[in-house]
């Protein structure tokens, strides 16, 4: 099944109401900083400068929880929301052109993704420059199949006569493509219906993946199913195995050396959020 075809009727039965944008809209609570107790961890990915910290504005008030990542100087916001009567923990990834991990930023974003084992990923594109902006979202569903991408920017594609199909950008991807203008909240109640359908695994999805030729499938199994025994509990264990055939001197070492184990501890949402000498509550 793909994501268009498990997407949720429009209008459920008995309440035409509460299909349409504005009863969404009126669902959305913002709970800014009061993080206590969340349902789902959601993540916000994406290019420099394509609208996440505006997205996650409209998504959880203007008051934001931000420290610093674990031994990183790459700032940390969280947020939270309410909707549907379950409550989201929102985190705001630093913007990134790809996940290889070539900077700080970058690294932040793929651990996050890969060892936070967020509930459901956000990958904010701008779609004046899909192409450009589809690397990341690949590399995004290399590593998670939980994703929605969030086509923003969508008044720029109007203004400058494009268009962007983005059905079949769905059905090509394999998840949920929502068309956003972040700036004036359109398509925002749309992007957290998704969310939730994702979270609820009411949309399942079936993310685009580059398949690899017979000889780097075997050679990936076996290293797969090695990873997952010398690390159990590990998320993503063919990822790290990949990496590893790629000779990623940064993850041979952090499995030579362990530390590939302590990411998924430090980096898990499900911990009280850690906060450091630098966290502060913006606006407080
Ligand atoms: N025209 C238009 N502008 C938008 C839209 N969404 C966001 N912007 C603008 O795009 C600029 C960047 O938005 P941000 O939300 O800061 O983008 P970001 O992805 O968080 O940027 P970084 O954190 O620097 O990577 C701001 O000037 C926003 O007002 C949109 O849908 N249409
Ligand atoms: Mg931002």
């Known amino acids: 099944m793909t994501a268009e075809q498990t997407a949720p009727p429009k209008a459920a039965a008995g309440s035409a109401c509460e299909a349409c944008p504005a009863h969404h809209a009126a669902n959305l609570i913002r709970l800014g900083v009061n993080m206590a107790n969340w349902d789902f961890v959601v993540a916000l990915a994406g290019n420099p ?5 505006t997205v996650f504005n409209h998504l959880t008030g203007l008051r934001q ?3 610093n990542w674990p031994g ?3 700032v940390r916001a969280e947020g939270g929301f309410a909707y549907g009567g379950d409550r989201y923990k929102l985190v705001d990834l630093p913007g990134t052109y790809s996940l290889l ?3 700080d930023d970058e690294e932040v974003a793929r651990d996050f993704i890969l060892f936070g084992s967020p509930d459901v990923t956000i990958v904010v594109v701008d779609a004046t420059v899909l192409e ?3 690397n990341l979202v690949l590399q995004v569903l290399e590593i998670t199949d939980r994703a929605i991408v969030c086509l923003n920017l969508m008044d720029e594609v109007q203004r400058r006569g494009m268009a962007v199909d983005e059905r079949r ?3 090509d991807l394999g998840v949920p493509v929502v068309p956003t203008v972040a700036r004036k909240n359109e398509g925002i109640p749309e992007l957290l ?3 939730a359908d994702v979270a609820f695994g009411r949309i399942v999805c079936k993310p685009h993946r580059i398949s690899s030729p017979p000889g780097l499938k075997d050679a990936l199994g076996g290293l797969t199913d090695e990873v997952a025994a010398a690390f159990p509990g590990l998320p993503n264990a063919r990822w790290v195995a990949l990496r590893l055939l790629e000779g990623d001197p940064r993850i041979a070492e952090a499995v030579r050396s362990g530390e590939i184990a302590d990411l998924g501890r430090h980096l898990s949402t499900r911990s009280a959020f850690a906060t450091n000498s630098l966290a502060q509550e913006a606006g407080q």
């Not at 400068?49 to 910290?53: L, S």
């Open 132 to 134: 450009r902006n589809l």
């Open 101 to 103: 991990s070539t900077s």
């Open 65 to 67: 929880h931000t420290g």
């Open 49 to 53: 400068n394509t609208g996440k910290t």
């Open 72 to 74: 990183k100087t790459v």
């Open 193 to 195: 219906q998704a969310v």
């Open 169 to 171: 950008l769905a059905r």
